[in-house]
């Protein structure tokens, strides 16, 4: 299993990361002619922080399937991330992804 505060100094790294990008472009908003769709692209930007946190915590966690490499989680968050893209409905993956992470876990 990862080292605790290894994981949460990537996790810290990542937030900061973040953070500091955004308030770059927001220091720079003042001096910058910005377009309104480029307006609109900054609003999605806080939402960038959840893949940041919930990225490691699924590639790190060690899990029971040995098929996988104990990566049931992270296996699942990519598959969840794929039909996301196709479906556009968050209840549908959300229950996709439970439905699928329960049934790994139970055939293992």
């Known amino acids: 299993m990862i080292d605790k ?4 100094l990537n996790v810290a790294g990542l937030v900061i990361g973040t953070v500091f990008i ?6 720079l908003s003042s001096k910058m002619n910005i377009s309104i769709k ?10 960038a922080i959840f893949p940041a946190l919930i990225m490691p915590a699924t590639f790190f966690h060690q899990g029971a399937v040995e098929v996988l490499g104990g990566k049931e989680r992270f ?14 409905s968050t ?3 959300i229950g996709f992804g439970l439905a699928l992470l329960f049934m790994i876990s139970k055939i293992s």
Do not use: D, S
């Not at 505060?5 to 949460?8: A, G, I, K």
């Not at 955004?22 to 220091?27: E, K, L, S, T, V």
């Not at 990519?78 to 996301?84: R, W």
């Open 5 to 8: 505060n290894y994981f949460l």
């Open 22 to 27: 955004r308030g770059f472009f927001i220091a």
């Open 38 to 47: 480029v307006k609109e692209l900054f609003t999605f930007i806080p939402a």
């Open 75 to 88: 296996c699942v968050l990519m598959l969840a991330a794929v039909a996301c893209f196709f479906i556009r």
């Open 91 to 93: 209840l549908f993956v």
